[in-house]
């Protein structure tokens, strides 16, 4: 029900924007968050956003270079990544809470029911 794209190849201080679609439910009353997982690495959060946009949360590492928004008419969230560096290597996921418009970005991966699958970020040295 939920699939990130966009992934790819990038130099370093290049950079993407993923997408994150959804089908066969609306996740326009959901937080949804994005995660990502290095190789021989926990998955970790790297931010996440509120049903109404209200409240957007971000891990330290990527603050200030990524940027995550949604269009709720499209079922869609996006998460623009500039600035990007080699340690931003990972597979990302997007995912959402399955609650009704919480008011709170969670950063536990366990706080969120809907998972997509993951794409792919490369950022070469």
């Known amino acids: 029900q939920l699939q990130a794209y966009g992934g790819g190849l990038v130099q370093t201080g290049g950079s993407l924007r993923l997408s994150c679609a959804a089908s066969?439910?609306?996740?326009?009353?959901?937080?949804m968050g994005w995660f990502r997982q290095a190789p021989g690495k926990e998955r970790e959060f790297v931010g996440g956003?509120?049903?109404?946009?209200?409240?957007?949360r971000y891990t330290n590492s990527v603050k200030g270079r990524f940027s995550i928004s949604r269009d709720n008419g499209k079922n869609t969230v996006y998460l623009q990544m500039n600035s990007l560096k080699p340690e931003d290597t990972a597979v990302y996921y997007c995912?959402?809470?399955?609650?009704?418009?919480?008011?709170?970005?969670?950063?536990?991966?366990?706080?969120?029911?809907?998972w997509g699958r993951g794409t792919l970020v490369t950022v070469s040295s």
């Open positions: 956003i509120t049903w109404s946009g209200g409240s957007i």
């Open positions: 995912a959402a809470d399955g609650n009704w418009r919480r008011s709170v970005v969670n950063e536990l991966s366990s706080s969120y029911n809907y």
């Open positions: 066969g439910r609306t996740f326009s009353n959901d937080v």
